[in-house]
């Protein structure tokens, strides 16, 4: 069945949802061209998204960009992602602006070759009294290094006498992450096919819903968006209680 914005729109929509855009190096392959280009095709997929997510009138989006891990690859790709980034805001900026896009980058940005992390973080300075749609970027962002630093954070503040080991909860735990003040993601999408997370939102997404399509990230569209977001708007979250459908 073809899903219709129409048809999506009339029912609860996601608030957050988090994307593994994975697969650039495949279609690349696949198209006997070079894994940049991939890539390069990649971001065109992610402007075409952001639009899409704006059409919806959904508030948060997470993108994985570049994680802990992806450092093993070889440097010419590495310094390819890393220019392919400044490239995109350089364009995109003003687009992103003015739609009330925050660019929010979460993970170690410090690590980021110094032009990208400057870029980054005049993308971030320029947008960030808008409050339309948060674009999370991970970039050198891995879960656990996240939930690693949330817990020192923590640890200082008890060492500090600001905070007693006692009143830690979930939401104080949540607080000390990328993501504080967000809501969780409702719906995780992951192309290209890969059953795993691969170090992405450990702690954010414990009850998220998972949409898994082996459509490669540069061949992703709104259509695909909108079967995810019609599949998750036909799941039924029980929380580990019984749900709508059972009870
Ligand atoms: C995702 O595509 C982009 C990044 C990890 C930066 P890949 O480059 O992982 O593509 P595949 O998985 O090799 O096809
Ligand atoms: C996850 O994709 C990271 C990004 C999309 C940025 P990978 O291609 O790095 O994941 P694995 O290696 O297949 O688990
Ligand atoms: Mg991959």
Redesign the pocket.
Known sequence: MKVTLEAIKQRPMPQHIAII???????AKGKGMP?LA??RV?VQALKSIIIAIDELGIQYLTVY???TE?WKRPIDEVNG?MELMVEFIDKEIDYLHEKGVRVNPIGDISRLTGKTYDKIMFAQEKTKGNTHIVLNVALNYGGRQEIIRATKAICEEVVQNRLRVEDIDETVFSSYLYTNGQPDPDLLIRP?GELRVSNFLLWQIAYSEFWITNI??PDFSKEHLWQAIWEFQNRDRRYGGLGEKRS
């Not at 855009?21 to 279609?27: K, Q, S």
């Open positions: 855009m994975d697969g650039n190096g495949r279609w894994r991939g890539h990649g960009a570049f994680s992806n992602l290209s490669l990230w």
